[in-house]
């Protein structure tokens, strides 16, 4: 939980867009493979593991009635990193540190935008890291799909930032 625990809390929030529901699921996450520890076969490395559990969780909640009823939060950029900064640079100006958070924050909005296979799909692979070979095992899909999915994400969100104004 020390390792994986905000990594999972990110994941969980990317797919559902709430703080509240993903310290939930990241909570429901580590209780599972607590509980099926001894079920893990070791097949692909726990972090992938946790990850899979992750995304299964996440879409059971939002496949239930009631999280359908539910508006998403409205501020995508609320935090999930616990309150922990990070410090810029030192050649960096407030300035620069302020226009590149901006543009972070607009890049995310317009990714959380994106349907839910590629929001997904971006996430893992951006934000998390994963190779399309681990979002693959992650989500249950071919690699192929996986790559088919980045590459429609990447125009989906060109087409986004265009409209939206937004510099790369």
Partial sequence: MT????????????????????????????????????????????YTWLYKITVNLCRDKARSAWWRRLLPSEDPRASVTGGVETAAPPEETPEDVAVKSDQRDAMMQQV??????????????????????????????NENTVKTRLFRARAMLKELLVKGGVER
Avoid at 19 to 40: G, N, P, T
Avoid at 133 to 140: F, H, K, P, S
């Fill in 3 to 46: 390792e994986y625990g905000t990594k999972v809390l990110h994941l969980a929030y990317y797919y559902l867009k709430d703080r509240h529901l993903a310290e939930d699921v990241a909570q429901e996450v580590f209780i599972k493979a607590y509980k099926h520890w001894d079920s893990f076969r070791g097949d692909s490395s726990a």
């Fill in 112 to 141: 959380l935008k994106l349907p839910e296979v590629y929001r997904e799909a971006v996430v893992l692979f951006y934000y998390q890291d994963l190779s399309t070979v681990e979002i693959a095992e992650v989500t249950g899909q």
